[in-house]
């Protein structure tokens, strides 16, 4: 079968490969998103601490069809154990001993085939397509730092970073129920494009109640302390390139701020899959570019140098 798999830093080969043989159902691939976590991989051949130790299949945003059935279905790559005091507690994104699709050791779904449990196959409806089903997993990262933000009717939120997840971010606050929401991103076309989601552009002297940092770190997580409120709540989502996290303590520590570390998503799929049929999220107009598999490493190198106001990439 063919697949994209990554050799070094940006050195992503579409090649023939063996089928996966392991346990499993065999999903055969219609769509896999292109995620900020895999450009950390394609870029620099690691994301945090997990670095690239021989050629890996990427892609963990993805939907297919199950081989031996026939059921459309959207796939939640991570694999918790089960059995872990962290997975009995209910935390099974916290899981000691999770795989994870597309990130070493696991191969992921930028294949013509993957193989995954079948407890983390979840039926899409005749209403989503296979690019609505591969975009559930960032819904899903949506949902859970929604969650921890524990966004209160009339609360105003910020949302740094405007891609994928940060627009998905702006529509999980509203629905939550923020008053209004605004939006940094030092890309234009990407702040300007949350817009039609309803939210505003951040401007100077603007505080707020919640801040929810979806870029690469850095500087946007010092502007999250400086614009919460006292007593507010800052969600970290984002994975910054360089392992590393900085801000002003004392500013955080006499607003007395609640900063939390969002970590991937749980039982979200049945909510996402909810909200996407349903029509109160819209997964389908930021996706502006799509290539088949065998322009895998032109896929990547669009979305790594934000060529052509790319927002989301789909690869067929």
């Known amino acids: 079968m063919l697949a994209a798999r990554l050799h070094g830093p ?8 063996a089928a996966p043989r392991d346990s499993g159902a065999l999903v055969r691939v219609m769509a896999t998103g292109i995620c900020g976590s895999d450009l950390h991989a394609y870029l620099d051949a690691r994301i945090g601490d997990s670095g690239l130790k021989a050629p890996l299949i990427l892609g963990h945003e993805f939907a297919g069809v199950i081989e031996e059935t026939g059921q459309r279905v959207a796939v939640d790559p991570a694999q918790p154990c089960g059995r872990c005091d962290l997975c ?5 994104n916290l899981c000691r001993r999770l795989h994870f699709c597309g990130l070493f050791p696991d191969n992921g779904s930028l294949a013509e085939f993957i193989r995954v449990p079948a407890q983390t196959c979840f039926p899409v409806p005749d209403a989503l397509s296979d ?4 975009m559930l997993e960032p819904l899903g990262v949506a949902l859970q730092a929604t969650d921890l933000a524990k966004i209160r009717v009339g609360d105003r939120v ?15 606050a509203r629905l939550a129920g923020a008053s209004e929401v605004y939006v940094s991103d030092p890309l234009a076309w990407r702040a300007k494009f949350a817009g039609r989601f309803g939210a505003q552009r951040l401007l100077a002297g ?5 801040a929810l940092e979806a870029a690469w770190g850095g500087d946007s997580i010092e502007q999250a302390i400086e614009i919460t409120l006292p007593g507010g709540r800052v969600v970290l989502v984002g994975i910054p390139r360089e392992d590393r996290c900085a801000f002003t303590h004392s500013i955080a520590r006499r607003k007395g701020l609640t900063v939390l570390f969002s970590r ?3 039982h979200a799929y049945p909510r996402a899959i909810q909200l996407a049929v349903t029509g109160r999220v819209d997964l389908r107009s930021f996706v502006t570019h799509r290539f088949p598999l065998r322009h895998a490493a032109e896929a990547f190198d669009v979305c790594a140098n934000y060529r052509d106001n790319v927002i989301k990439a789909i690869i067929k």
Do not use: S
């Open 10 to 17: 940006r050195d992503l080969r579409v090649e023939e490969v």
């Open 88 to 92: 009995q507690r209910g935390h099974p």
């Open 131 to 134: 690019e609505d089903a591969a």
């Open 158 to 172: 910020a949302v740094l970073g405007a891609g994928p997840i940060g627009l998905l971010l702006v529509q999980t």
């Open 206 to 210: 603007v505080e707020v109640d919640v």
């Open 264 to 266: 991937r998503m749980k």
